[in-house]
């Protein structure tokens, strides 16, 4: 059985020009420089259309790499054993970007509570009111990425929790979109 949560459009896919890049687990493990290097690929192949403007290229690239960025370190920190694998693709006005990857079944749980909370409250509250709890020491942080992104960068998220495999382990998609600037201007 499969469980949406967010912005059920956006589970419909990443478009059809799509760059799809694989992170295998192997000899080499996934660690958190993977994510770095993934996330600054992504951000210029995005913002290299838009280096007529130094500004408008800056912006693009911060935008679109702090998004990849949060996206893989969540699967990387969340996964279980497995590869990853991130899509990326612009149209129009908007970057979209999948990240898939495998989970167990307790973080499925735990990710699903917090998602039931973030995807139906005003981002911008919520990301206040978890600093607020972190200053004085009530919460662990779970969730700050993804709530700054939507409250302070506009982004919007989809996330497609799959069926438990044999191994336990549950596959995991993560959609997201973010507004990026009119190619004429």
């Given at each position: ?15 059809e020009s ?50 990849t960025n ?116």
């Amino acid at each position: 059985m499969t469980a949406l949560y967010g912005v059920a459009d956006l589970a419909i896919g990443t478009g059809e020009s799509v760059a799809r890049l694989r992170l295998f687990d192997g000899p080499l493990d996934l660690s958190w420089k993977h994510c770095a290097i993934t996330s600054d690929f992504v951000a210029e192949l995005v913002a290299l259309r838009y280096r007529v403007s130094r500004n408008t290229y800056k912006e693009v690239r911060h935008n679109v790499g702090y998004l990849t960025n949060e996206l893989v370190e969540n699967a990387v920190k969340f996964r279980v054993a497995g590869e990853i694998i991130v899509e990326a693709s612009l149209e129009a006005n908007t970057f979209r970007a999948k990240v898939s990857n495998f989970i167990d079944k307790e973080t499925a749980t735990q990710f699903q509570g917090l998602l039931s909370e973030i995807s139906t409250g005003d981002p911008g509250e919520l990301l206040i009111e978890r600093i607020e709890a972190n200053a004085i020491g009530g919460e662990s942080g779970s969730g700050l990425g993804l709530l700054t992104l939507m409250s302070d960068y506009g982004v919007h998220f989809a996330w497609v929790f799959g069926s438990a495999e044999q191994t336990g382990a549950i596959a995991l998609e993560t959609y997201a979109s973010i507004a990026v600037p009119d190619m004429s201007n």
